[in-house]
């Protein structure tokens, strides 16, 4: 199956500045790639996602990078805030999955200080 | 719109004991999953279930078992917990299996501690 690496585990940044996360896969096949925020004591919700035909997507203060060659894609936080402080999974799924199956990254806790 | 509700929140259990997690969701989603979460292992797939009717093993499933009682609800069950299975663990539905309709939407988890 897919393995997804993540890094870095932890991630301490200044309120204002920016914040990078980035992350590789291993399966040249997969297609899709999510990024989910987990706030403390809730479940993950997706924030953003970029498909394979597409190198770049933006969003307000977050847009996510992929590079199929490399086979890396990466978070980028602009403006940080303290509300942007969470723990940030990265996930790949496989082309060839057709029940949404994803493989997770082992997250990146962000915190955000004022 | 509730989304995705577990039940219970919290729960301790001694080794051996039994006990069934519960989820249920309102969003008429075909697919269901079953994650566990642990710290610095990120999620991983217990079991899952694509549509009513069918189940099937993700990357840990051993010791566990689950149920797809209807659409609406998937159980997940501990028959001897261990402490192996002290974990946060999280359900999730989607709409079905393709590239349109990857999202998962996920439960507020049940924290499991096993003595």
């Known amino acids: 199956g897919e393995n997804v690496e993540q890094h870095p585990s932890t991630l301490s940044v200044q309120e204002g500045d920016s914040a990078v996360i980035k992350c590789t896969y291993s399966d040249s096949a997969s297609n899709y790639f999510p990024w989910y925020k987990q706030e403390l004591g809730k479940g993950p919700q997706l924030i953003i996602d970029?498909?394979?035909?597409?190198g770049e997507k933006k969003d307000q203060r977050i847009a996510v990078t992929l590079n199929k060659t490399a086979k890396h894609f990466s978070l980028h936080i602009t403006e940080t805030q303290p509300e942007d402080s969470a723990v940030y999974f990265c996930?790949?799924?496989?082309?060839?999955?057709?029940?949404?199956?994803?493989?997770f990254g082992r997250g990146t806790q962000l915190t955000v200080w004022p | 719109n509730a989304g995705v509700t577990q039940t219970p929140k919290f729960q301790v259990l001694k080794t051996g004991q039994s006990m069934t997690l519960q989820c249920a969701q309102d969003m008429n989603h075909n697919s269901m999953y079953w994650y566990r979460q642990d710290p610095g292992m990120g999620l991983r797939l217990i079991y899952y279930?694509?549509?009513?009717?069918?189940?099937d093993k993700g990357e840990v499933p051993n010791g566990y078992n689950v149920s797809r009682l209807n659409k609406r609800e998937f159980s997940l069950r501990l028959e001897s917990a261990a402490p192996s299975q002290t974990s946060v663990y999280f359900c999730?539905?989607?709409?079905?299996?393709?590239?349109?309709?990857?999202?998962?939407?996920f439960g507020n988890g049940t924290r499991l501690t096993v003595t």
């Open positions: 996930a790949a799924r496989d082309r060839g999955s057709t029940l949404g199956r994803l493989y």
């Open positions: 279930s694509a549509s009513e009717g069918t189940t």
């Open positions: 970029i498909r394979s035909n597409v």
């Open positions: 999730a539905s989607s709409e079905a299996g393709g590239p349109a309709s990857s999202t998962l939407h």
